[in-house]
């Protein structure tokens, strides 16, 4: 039996996504391919009970420009993938707006009805206007899926947990290149903002 604390009411919550999008996660590399491999179910088995819930459906996509005027070069050690970078290098994205990569995956296709948030930065929330559209229909949970989890899903959570919205994060629908990073936020990081459950879990809330 399901407690107060374990259901989540549709008509108050939002299910975002976060980069699902072609060039994130259908490339041909087999080692990302595979990484997504029980990411993408899990989402779809969230995505199909937040619908039957009427959840406001959300999804977050980099849309950088092909000119790079969206994109800042900044100082840092490493690429996302940990890699050297000279100082003052410019980091290319890996997904720019209006192409077919930067498109969400099939499995998870929006319906007219859902929000596009079309996004700059790691946060979804960074000079979007997803806060506004989930405040606007009086949302104040978000279920939050995607990845990778130590970058733009780490990034939102930071920011909706300063908006003070409560958040459910699905262990087995988020993903990272760095499992330790992954497993880490998971078990020491997220529980402190968040509640940090499976796809199974979130579905049977959402049906409570």
Request: net charge neutral; proline share 6%; charged share 20%.
């Amino acid at each position: 039996m399901s407690t107060p604390a374990d259901v989540i009411p549709g008509d108050h919550a939002a299910l975002l996504f976060f980069d699902m999008l072609n060039g994130h996660i259908k490339t041909d590399d087999g080692e990302i391919r595979e990484r997504y491999l029980p990411v993408i179910p899990n989402a779809v088995k969230i995505l199909d009970a937040a619908r039957a819930a009427g959840l406001l459906i959300a999804y977050a996509a980099a849309n950088h420009r092909a000119d790079n005027g969206t994109t800042a070069t900044t100082l840092r050690d490493t690429d996302n993938r940990l890699r050297p970078v000279a100082s003052g290098t410019f980091a290319e994205p890996l997904v720019r707006g209006g192409t077919w990569q930067s498109q969400i995956i099939d499995e998870l296709a929006p319906r007219p009805a859902d929000y596009m948030i079309p996004k700059y930065r790691w946060s979804a929330f960074h000079q979007t206007y997803l806060d506004l559209a989930l405040r606007t229909r009086g949302i104040r949970t978000i279920i939050l899926c995607g990845g990778s989890t130590d970058v733009g899903v780490a990034s939102t959570a930071y920011a909706a947990r300063d908006l003070d919205y409560n958040l459910v994060i699905p262990a087995d629908a988020c993903v990272s290149p760095q499992k330790d990073n992954h497993d880490q936020f998971m078990n020491r990081i997220f529980p402190r903002m968040a509640r940090v459950r499976t796809a199974d879990q979130i579905a049977a809330m959402l049906a409570g």
